[in-house]
């Protein structure tokens, strides 16, 4: 009986250990070289989305509650304003937007990504009706979601091309009209 006693004992303490050792600090091992192509194929399917002009699946991309930035442009908020956004873009003729990551960031818990690249992008000028080119950075954070698809989260563009210059305020023009006088 004692010897029964001492193997149960020994097995509960060694049971207690395992599991005291699983409790540790020691945080899961990230394959941050797995979760790179992950999130470089999500962005591979928003490019092949915005050469498609398919609005649905370029935002298919995006978490229910991302934020797309762009210069000069009111933040988009959600999938929906995203989407909507993109299907007024995507039809536009002139439109062609080439992007690509050149560093891709993944934090230590490996729940998080970001990658930064380059983009080109020709659209139609609404008050010229001309195309326009514009190039310029980005940024986007991916995180992981609770179903393990990655998903843009911020989207933050900018571009490099200086605004177009500010026309004349009319008051000055119209002074000068007036100061001139006939001979």
């Known amino acids: 009986m004692l010897a029964c006693m001492r193997r149960t004992g020994t097995t509960a303490l060694s049971a207690l250990a395992l599991i005291l050792a699983g409790c540790g600090d020691t945080p899961p091992v990230v394959d941050k070289v797995a979760i790179e192509k992950t999130v470089?194929?999500?962005?591979?399917?928003?490019?092949?989305?915005?050469?498609?002009?398919?609005?649905?699946?370029?935002?298919?991309?995006?978490a229910d509650n991302a934020v797309f930035m762009s210069s000069g442009a009111e933040a988009l908020k959600g999938?929906?304003?995203?989407?909507?956004?993109?299907?007024?873009?995507?039809?536009?003729?002139?439109?062609?937007?080439?992007?690509?990551?050149?560093?891709v960031e993944i934090s230590d818990a490996g729940d998080m990504?970001?990658?930064?690249?380059?983009?080109?992008?020709?659209?139609?000028?609404?008050a010229t009706k001309k195309v326009i080119h514009d190039k310029g950075s980005y940024v986007t954070v991916f995180r992981k979601q609770t179903d393990g698809a990655w998903?843009?989260?911020?989207?933050?563009?900018?571009?490099?091309?200086?605004?177009?210059?500010?026309p004349a305020p009319k008051t000055a023009a119209v002074a000068k009209k007036k100061g001139k006088k006939k001979r």
Do not use: H
């Not at 399917?45 to 002009?53: E, N």
């Open 113 to 126: 990504a970001a990658t930064r690249g380059n983009y080109t992008l020709a659209v139609t000028d609404p």
């Open 151 to 166: 998903k843009a989260v911020l989207d933050i563009i900018t571009s490099e091309v200086a605004p177009a210059p500010m």
């Open 40 to 62: 470089k194929a999500v962005e591979a399917s928003i490019q092949k989305a915005s050469v498609a002009k398919d609005a649905a699946a370029f935002s298919s991309s995006y």
């Open 79 to 103: 999938r929906p304003a995203i989407r909507a956004s993109m299907a007024t873009m995507f039809a536009d003729p002139a439109l062609k937007l080439d992007f690509a990551a050149d560093r």
